[in-house]
């Protein structure tokens, strides 16, 4: 894990509440990243963390279209400024 | 999960008359509050449903029964069909808002006479006796939003305050919503500080159940809990990305 944990889990969790559970599982379908759906804590996940966001990024929009994408946006660009992280573009306007 | 094809009682004499679209991410909440002889809609002006809602308020009781249609707000979800729910309900039916809500309702070429409430101390006494106290929550997310606690039954009818994004809607909140309310919040309402004044406002009312416009109902140690977050939730204009160019 990377830098990026923390965004990633925050995103999880948010999608868990708009997109619920089933399609969040579907979310992380073939990504190497291992999320407890029942504590809502993120376990592990490898790769470039700015890129696995991205991903998420797109198949959210797939799935919720802006609505879902824009109830994570606000709580990840302060996150993200507050970790001095730079947010994949999907997020980042 | 409950039957929701009928008029759900959510309290002694308070039903949700809404509408589920499971493709939907956003779905909105009329509900109405029946008082003996007497009956008040909420926000039930959602034209896209007004055939689901009718349906079920008439399997509730006879609209004319209807004397007042609290609108919390302004906005198309709540009032785009108020001048169909006219037809329906009492004669002289009146419109409950703020007065600055009022001017605009106006607008959707409603008849009825407007009650409104910063005029009348915040609150509406019905035939019963029963009162209606209404709160004042300018700029969540209008000038003129108000909620309305039934002391009652202690629903608060809390307009888009509360409310959530979901596309795993349920009538009662789940094991997850208080993201799915915080996703609605964060774009939504005007600032932190303007939030956070108008929830402790709210709080001091002894609130046994929140019923939002959008989202799902909240009941027992959730209505604390969602006091708490929305406290603290960081939101508004500051945090919506615009373009440096614009």
């Known amino acids: ?93 | 999960m409950e039957e929701i094809t009928k008029p759900v009682e959510i309290a002694p004499g308070v039903y949700w008359i809404g509408f589920y679209d499971p493709e939907a991410g956003f779905h909105c909440n009329p509900y109405l509050l029946v008082d003996k002889d007497e009956a008040v809609l909420f926000d039930a002006g959602t034209k896209p449903h007004l055939s689901h809602i009718v349906r079920k308020i008439l399997d509730v009781i006879n609209p004319q029964k209807i004397t007042y249609i609290v609108l919390h707000h302004q906005d198309p979800d709540l009032c785009a069909a108020v001048p169909d729910l006219e037809l329906i309900c009492n004669p002289q039916v009146k419109l409950v808002c703020a007065w600055r809500a009022g001017v605009l309702i106006a607008y959707y070429g409603t008849k009825s006479e407007f009650y409104y409430v910063d005029r009348n101390n915040y609150k509406l006494t019905l035939q019963s006796g029963r009162t209606l106290r209404f709160i004042p929550t300018p700029f969540c997310h209008a000038p003129g939003s108000i909620v309305t606690f039934d002391e009652q039954t202690g629903v608060l009818f809390s307009s888009d305050l509360f409310g959530a994004f979901s596309y795993d809607w349920s009538l009662y909140a789940g094991p997850y919503y208080m993201e799915a309310m915080k996703a609605f919040h964060e774009p939504y309402m005007a600032s932190h500080e303007i939030l956070k004044r108008n929830i402790e406002r709210i709080e001091k009312y002894p609130v046994r159940m929140i019923a939002p416009q959008h989202g799902s109902i909240l009941k027992d140690d959730k209505v604390q809990e969602a006091f708490e977050v929305l406290k603290n939730l960081e939101c508004g204009d500051v945090f919506i990305p615009i373009p440096e160019e614009v």
């Open chain 1, 1 to 93: 894990m990377d830098a990026y944990r923390e965004l990633i889990e925050l995103l999880l969790k948010r999608e868990l509440g708009i997109l619920g559970r089933e399609r969040t599982e579907k979310l992380i379908e073939g990504l190497d990243i291992k999320f407890d759906f029942d504590t809502q804590t993120l376990i592990n996940y490898t790769g470039d963390g700015k890129a696995l966001l991205e991903v998420l990024g797109h198949r959210i929009q797939q799935v919720g279209g802006e609505i879902a994408l824009m109830g994570a946006k606000i709580s990840l660009i302060l996150r993200a400024w507050k970790l001095k992280l730079e947010l994949p573009p999907i997020f980042a306007s």
